[in-house]
């Protein structure tokens, strides 16, 4: 039989692997490697965070539309029942594909259409927590180099530049041409990663993410 979908079961399995990903960051520090080496060890850790990371948010909807459809219901003009099983709820989450979203701002978006989002009184536990000001940094950060570690586009070359200076600049709106002038994005996102604890910072922010979560999730 398949282990049910929990919230809080969800946030305990991404904290180990990111534990999981701390230890093997540390291995790569003390291994001796070139420098090209280490860049790649750590955008292949850049990598598992992000999949935890999806796993995480595609577990917690598949719980919330399980629990209560009425959201989904709305968003889509069509009624589904409660209590549908979990491969028909993480259909709908996935489109019968894979867990995808366009940055930070599309994960509200999605969590939204699932929960009620921003106007649900009182706002899902889920949604409360991801658009947390306090974690924006970590997830523009997170998506933003994953997809130039990914790609190398000119696209996700810009958006990673605007991350990083909003992250610079400790503030979460899109900076302005003025603020974004004279910097520039890194060679790579690993070569970014693995300075001034960086990379520590953002698995700080993303295990804070999770206690949040398992503090909401009612089960």
Same mark, same amino acid.
């Given at each position: 039989?398949?282990?049910?979908?929990?919230?809080?079961?969800?946030?305990?399995?991404?904290?180990?692997?990111? !534990?999981?990903?701390?230890?093997?960051?540390?291995?790569?520090?003390?291994?001796?490697?070139?420098? !090209?080496?280490?860049?790649?060890?750590?955008?292949?850790?850049?990598?598992?965070?992000?999949?935890?990371?999806? +796993?995480?948010?595609?577990?917690?909807?598949?719980?919330?539309?399980?629990?209560?459809?009425?959201?989904?219901?709305?968003?889509?003009?069509?009624?589904?029942?409660?209590?549908?099983?979990?491969?028909?709820? @993480?259909?709908?989450?996935?489109?019968?594909?894979?867990?995808?979203?366009?940055?930070?701002?599309?994960?509200?978006?999605?969590?939204?259409?699932?929960?009620?989002?921003?106007?649900?009184?009182? @706002? +899902?536990?889920?949604?409360?927590?991801? !658009?947390?000001?306090?974690?924006?940094?970590?997830?523009?950060? $997170?998506?933003?180099?994953?997809?130039?570690?990914? +790609?190398?586009?000119?696209?996700?070359?810009?958006?990673?530049?605007?991350?990083?200076?909003?992250?610079?600049?400790?503030?979460?709106?899109?900076?302005?041409?003025?603020?974004?002038?004279?910097?520039?994005?890194?060679?790579?996102?690993?070569?970014?990663?693995?300075? !001034?604890?960086?990379?520590?910072?953002? $698995? &700080?922010?993303? &295990?804070?993410?999770?206690?949040?979560?398992?503090?909401?999730?009612?089960?």
């Amino acid at each position: 039989m398949a282990r049910k979908k929990s919230g809080k079961y969800a946030a305990d399995k991404f904290k180990e692997t990111t !534990q999981r990903i701390r230890d093997y960051l540390d291995e790569v520090d003390q291994a001796g490697l070139s420098d !090209q080496a280490i860049t790649w060890a750590y955008e292949a850790a850049l990598n598992k965070t992000h999949v935890a990371f999806e +796993h995480l948010m595609e577990e917690c909807l598949i719980v919330a539309l399980n629990n209560d459809p009425e959201p989904f219901n709305k968003a889509t003009g069509i009624t589904f029942p409660k209590h549908m099983t979990q491969k028909v709820c @993480q259909y709908l989450v996935t489109g019968g594909k894979f867990f995808d979203y366009q940055g930070r701002g599309g994960l509200l978006g999605d969590i939204g259409k699932f929960t009620g989002g921003k106007k649900a009184n009182p @706002q +899902h536990y889920l949604y409360a927590a991801v !658009q947390n000001p306090k974690y924006f940094h970590a997830l523009e950060l $997170l998506i933003g180099l994953r997809n130039y570690a990914a +790609h190398e586009s000119p696209q996700s070359k810009l958006v990673l530049r605007k991350a990083i200076v909003a992250y610079r600049l400790k503030i979460t709106s899109t900076p302005t041409n003025v603020q974004l002038a004279g910097t520039n994005a890194p060679t790579a996102a690993g070569a970014w990663l693995k300075k !001034q604890q960086r990379f520590a910072y953002i $698995l &700080d922010r993303l &295990d804070a993410l999770a206690d949040e979560i398992h503090q909401g999730a009612p089960y």
